[in-house]
């Protein structure tokens, strides 16, 4: 089981496959630059689809030959740019799509269409997105701090099960899975704590499931003798399932931003890994988000 980012590289590294990434609106020098870095490491090869001239301009000042990657010229809506970059995955001719410089709402469109994107047949049209960081030997989960705002129960458990491939990914058959609120009773004026109790008494097949925990009692072995938790899950979390977008997105950047952890994120749901950066993730972040995407490739094969 990966326990680190430094094992989770040399394994990717050792595999010596590649795969290939459509990047939709790839003049954009964060995400482009996240895809040279990979593709200088030698476990990607890039189709790079946008403004050509801006695109070729920034590989030059990144030190890149332009004949290196496949540029598809491209200067219209953000949302073609997108379906061009899904269409390709579709179609076999690249493994991942990315998220260059376009709204998450328009990349989204373009992945969740029934028709032309990259939802499995027969499945629930849901994309999660899923941020994992190193937490005292282990990888640590948290979604969905991007996409679902307010998810409902039955949406709740479907983020779970989109996690659910990424951690086996990483070698956990079985994660323990805490669904977050402030406390750990259940209290009518939280509704947080109804739902959180709801889906732990319902369960989710292949993993086990807690809450309402509160993040302390969900990660800190300190806090759950300190409190009396008695709890399979508590003090050791491995994925942290948050009841709504503002506490998923203040929690990412608090362990980005506050903690100065390096977090790599995907999203779920689709039938291929799915890449979107922010701008304000760190290179390193960007990096390992890409090597996060080529290890669920080579493990769905």
Known sequence: MF?????LEAYVLAQNTKKRIALANAHDEPALSAV???????VVEGTLIGKEPEIIEMLHEMGENEADYEIIHFDGEELEAAKIAVKLVKEGKADIPMKGILQTSSFAKAILNRETGLIPEGARRLMSHVGMFEYEGRFVMITDAAI??????????????????????????????????????VSEKMPSTV?????????????????????????????????????PVAGQADILLVPFIEVGNALYKAVTYIAGKTVASGVCGASSPVIITSRADSPESKYFSILLAVLRCMKQQ
Request: hydrophobic content about 45%; proline content about 5%.
């Open 148 to 185: 679902n705002i307010t998810p409902d129960l039955e949406t709740q458990i479907g983020i779970i099960e989109n996690a659910l491939p990424v951690a086996r990914a990483l070698g956990n058959e079985c994660p323990k899975v805490a669904v977050l609120s402030a406390v750990e009773n």
């Open 3 to 7: 326990t680190n980012f430094k094992d």
């Open 195 to 231: 739902t959180a109790a709801a889906i732990a008494e319902r369960g989710v097949e292949g993993c086990v499931v807690s809450g309402p925990l509160a993040l302390d009692g969900a990660i800190s072995m300190e806090s759950v003798k300190h409190k009396g938790i008695a709890d």
């Open 36 to 42: 040279v870095n990979a593709k200088r490491k030698g």
